[in-house]
């Protein structure tokens, strides 16, 4: 019985591997790029990319165009993504969600179930009032031109379908990604 728990708890909440913890990513969204970091030490930097039209911030509800501030891992990789590839955070955070809860954007069970697959390094659920679905991907198909010349996610991090294959050398579930 333990077994078949394990395994679905496994197949349903996608359990984040532990990444080499040296490597973490720093998103800078005033700049406008990512670095490449092993513990303080710069390895990579990946420039022009862009974020939520909304800017970066306080994530609010879901639809806001914002993207998230705060500290998140690596919770899973799509490499037949739309956007070419894409590497999902572990949003919303045990932090967004305990901000939420206080001001009233979730319940408590929301809480609970964001919390409970933190504390088993799963992903949380995407479907809350939060959004989900946020992450590092390229452009797959879309307009160069749109992407130099403005930010245009939904609170997600893009960049071109080359900078994300240059990126996923460094990234593996796991890896942390601190978004300032």
Same mark, same amino acid.
């Given at each position: 019985?333990?077994?078949?728990?394990?395994?679905?708890?496994?197949?349903?909440?996608?359990? #984040?591997?532990? *990444?080499?913890?040296? !490597? +973490?990513?720093?998103? &800078?969204?005033?700049?406008? $790029? #990512?670095?490449?970091? $092993?513990?303080?030490?710069? %390895? &990579?930097?990946?420039?022009?990319?862009?974020? @939520?039209?909304?800017?970066?911030?306080?994530?609010?509800?879901?639809?806001?165009?914002?993207?998230?501030?705060?500290?998140?891992? #690596?919770?899973? !990789?799509?490499?037949?993504?739309?956007?070419?590839?894409?590497?999902? =955070?572990?949003?919303?955070?045990?932090?967004? *969600?305990?901000?939420? =809860?206080? $001001?009233?954007?979730?319940? $408590?069970?929301?809480?609970?179930?964001?919390?409970?697959?933190?504390?088993?390094?799963?992903?949380?659920?995407?479907?809350? *009032?939060?959004?989900?679905?946020?992450?590092?991907?390229? %452009? @797959?198909?879309?307009?160069?031109?749109?992407?130099?010349?403005?930010?245009?996610?939904?609170?997600?991090? *893009?960049?071109?379908?080359?900078?994300?294959?240059? =990126?996923?050398? +460094?990234?593996?579930?796991?890896?942390?990604?601190?978004?300032?």
């Amino acid at each position: 019985m333990l077994r078949i728990f394990l395994f679905l708890f496994c197949v349903c909440f996608s359990i #984040i591997t532990s *990444a080499d913890e040296n !490597i +973490w990513l720093l998103i &800078d969204t005033t700049a406008l $790029k #990512i670095e490449v970091k $092993k513990g303080e030490k710069t %390895l &990579d930097t990946i420039n022009d990319i862009a974020i @939520g039209r909304g800017g970066a911030g306080i994530k609010t509800h879901r639809g806001d165009n914002i993207t998230p501030h705060g500290e998140y891992r #690596i919770g899973w !990789i799509g490499e037949r993504s739309s956007f070419h590839r894409f590497f999902g =955070l572990n949003y919303p955070s045990a932090e967004n *969600a305990e901000l939420a =809860l206080h $001001k009233g954007l979730i319940d $408590k069970y929301t809480y609970k179930r964001i919390v409970e697959a933190h504390r088993y390094h799963a992903v949380p659920p995407q479907n809350t *009032a939060l959004g989900g679905q946020i992450g590092i991907h390229g %452009l @797959g198909r879309a307009d160069a031109k749109i992407h130099k010349s403005m930010n245009w996610t939904h609170g997600c991090i *893009a960049m071109t379908n080359s900078q994300i294959d240059h =990126l996923s050398q +460094w990234v593996e579930p796991g890896t942390l990604v601190k978004i300032k």
